[in-house]
């Protein structure tokens, strides 16, 4: 069975920086995309940030040049370096794959359980 662990997340001041890291486990065939996203209270889910397998990066525009994604395709993890946090930035982050899993030779996007980020003074 595949899951994907998230770990990093906590409250941090404003101006301050935070790494969050996501570890898909178990058996996969292969994954393509990875990438955050986060949701806010009363807001809708929006992406961050993604990469794909050959190392292409993609930001939403409230966090480029303060937010960097970097994967290890040999450990399928993937983490995302937060700098210059803002209180604007405070949500759940979620860890979403896209992967085909062993057991089932089927693509299908997972995603992890979420790590809140709090960032206040």
């Known amino acids: 069975q595949v899951q994907l662990v998230e770990s990093g997340g906590g409250l941090v001041q404003p101006g301050g920086s935070l790494r969050l890291s996501c570890a898909a486990s178990g058996s996969w065939f292969s994954i393509s995309a990875m990438g955050w996203y986060r949701q806010a209270p009363g807001k809708q889910r929006e992406l961050v940030a993604t990469?794909?397998?050959?190392?292409?990066?993609a930001y939403a525009d409230s966090v480029k040049a303060r937010f960097t994604i970097s994967r290890v395709n040999a450990n399928n993890t993937m983490d995302l370096q937060m700098s210059s946090l803002k209180p604007e930035d405070t949500a759940v982050y979620y860890c979403?794959?896209?992967?085909?899993?062993?057991?089932?030779?089927?693509?299908?996007?997972?995603w992890g359980q979420g790590t809140q980020v709090t960032v206040s003074s």
């Open positions: 979403n794959v896209v992967g085909i899993p062993m057991r089932t030779l089927l693509p299908k996007p997972y």
């Open positions: 990469i794909t397998g050959g190392g292409s990066t």
